[in-house]
Nanobody, 128 residues
Framework: QVQLVESGGGLVPAGGSLRISCVAS????????MGWFRQAPGKEREFVAG????????DAADSVKGRFTISRDDAKITVYLQMNSLKPEDTAVYYC?????????????????????WGQGTQVTVSS
């Protein structure tokens, strides 16, 4: 069982930066591929960025490529999402997710159905 807790959300002006974090319980975060998703009011939850269990592969949605960066620190059992050049359309609740990953594959995963565990989310609001 993995429990995920996001933090670091808040209100930021357009063009600003924010780093949100996801801390996992347990000792085996290194066995999990991780992802960030977001959900705006009235919209479906969408993929933002993903990182493989070993950190060797990352992926990001086209809408955030070049602006957002996912990273992980397994010693701190934490995954980060660095968000730069924020836009009002980035406003959403951001969710962290974990997927048990086979050690012989360095995959990222971009579908909500792929993931086994979810956090409660952190609100990010970008003002125009």
């Amino acid at each position: 069982q993995v429990q995920l807790v996001e933090s670091g959300g808040g209100l930021v002006p357009a063009g600003g930066s924010l780093r949100i974090s996801c801390v996992a319980s347990g000792r085996f975060l290194s066995r999990y591929a991780m992802g960030w998703f977001r959900q705006a009011p009235g919209k479906e939850r969408e993929f933002v960025a993903g990182i493989s269990w070993n950190g060797g592969t990352t992926d990001a949605a086209d809408s955030v490529k070049g602006r957002f960066t996912i990273s992980r620190d397994d010693a701190k059992i934490t995954v980060y999402l660095q968000m730069n050049s924020l836009k009002p359309e980035d406003t959403a609740v951001y969710y962290c997710a974990a997927k048990k990953s086979p050690p012989n594959r360095s995959n990222t995963y971009s579908y909500t159905r792929d993931y086994d565990y979810w956090g409660q989310g952190t609100q990010v609001t970008v003002s125009s």
